[in-house]
C-alpha cells in the first residue's frame, strides 16, 4: 500500500501483542503503548532535516546537528494523549494543537467536541496522533480541520489502522503518509478493528 509505512522493529511487535492481549492490565497497557508510539513516532519524523550547528566538546569544535522547532503535533482527544506523551518525551520542544473527538457508539460518527491549534500550524509538519484508525472518521475529520488551518505537511500516526480507515483516507487524501504498527484485517459491525486490540481509550485510562 502506497503511503502506509508499517513499522517493523521487533520491540514494537512485542509490545503490541502485549497491548492486544484482553488479560493486560492498565499499568502495563500505559507501559507498553508509550514503548509502541515512540517507535512509530521516530519513524515519522525520521525525513526531518535537522540544522548543521557546531559543538565544543571538551576537546575541540566539531560539528553537530539540532532539529528545529517545526513540528506541531494534534493529538486526537482522548485516546491520542497516550501518543503525545511519547513524543514530548524526546521532542518536548515541539507545539501542539488539540482536537476533540468522540465516535457515536450507535453510528460510529465522531462528533467534535473541542479544537485549538498554534497560530504558525500552516508552517509546520503536523503529525496526527490517534491510535486507532478505524472507519477512518476521526482522522478524517481531524486532517481536514488542520488542512482548513493552513497546513501542508501533515503525516497520520496510529498504533492499529484497518483497511477501511486507511482506504477511506487515502480517497480523500492521498499524499498523507500514515505510519502505523500494523495493519489489521477487517471492522466488525460496530466499527471495532478485528482483531484490534478494543477500545484503546478505555484500556489507556482505565474507564
Ligand atoms: C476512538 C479512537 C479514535 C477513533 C477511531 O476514539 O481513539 O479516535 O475511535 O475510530 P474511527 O476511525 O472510526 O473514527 P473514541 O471516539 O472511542 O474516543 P476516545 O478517544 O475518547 O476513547
Ligand atoms: N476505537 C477504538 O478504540 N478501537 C477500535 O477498534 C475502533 C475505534
Known amino acids: 500500500m502506497e503511503n502506509v509505512i508499517v513499522v ?3 520491540i514494537l511487535k512485542h509490545s503490541l501483542t502485549i497491548l492486544r492481549d484482553k488479560n493486560t492490565a492498565t499499568d502495563t497497557f500505559h507501559r507498553h503503548s508509550a514503548m509502541v508510539s515512540q517507535i512509530i513516532i521516530l519513524e515519522a519524523i525520521k525525513s526531518i532535516e535537522p540544522d548543521i550547528i557546531k559543538v565544543e566538546t571538551p576537546l575541540e569544535i566539531t560539528d553537530g546537528f539540532k532539529l528545529r522547532e517545526s513540528i506541531v503535533f494534534v493529538p486526537v482527544l482522548r485516546a491520542g494523549l497516550a501518543l503525545l506523551e511519547a513524543a514530548k518525551n524526546f521532542l518536548p520542544f515541539s507545539s501542539v494543537g488539540f482536537i476533540g473527538l468522540e465516535r457515536d457508539e450507535q453510528t460510529a460518527k465522531a462528533r467534535e467536541y473541542y479544537k485549538k491549534f498554534p497560530k504558525d500550524i500552516a ?4 503529525i496526527v496522533l490517534d491510535p486507532m484508525l478505524a472507519t477512518g472518521g476521526s482522522m478524517l475529520d481531524t486532517v481536514n480541520a488542520v488542512k482548513l ?3 501542508k ?3 497520520a500516526v496510529c498504533v492499529v489502522a484497518a483497511p477501511e480507515g486507511i ?3 487515502q480517497e480523500n487524501h492521498p499524499t498523507i503518509k500514515i505510519f502505523t504498527g500494523d495493519v489489521d484485517s477487517h471492522l466488525n459491525e460496530q466499527k471495532y478493528i478485528v482483531p484490534g486490540l478494543g ?3 478505555d ?3 482505565g474507564t
Do not use: M
Open 199 to 201: 477500545d484503546f481509550g
Open 8 to 10: 517493523d522493529h521487533p
Open 149 to 151: 488551518a493552513g497546513a
Open 203 to 205: 484500556r489507556y485510562f
Open 153 to 155: 505537511d501533515i503525516r
Open 167 to 169: 482506504q477511506r483516507l
Open 123 to 126: 508552517e509546520k509538519i503536523v
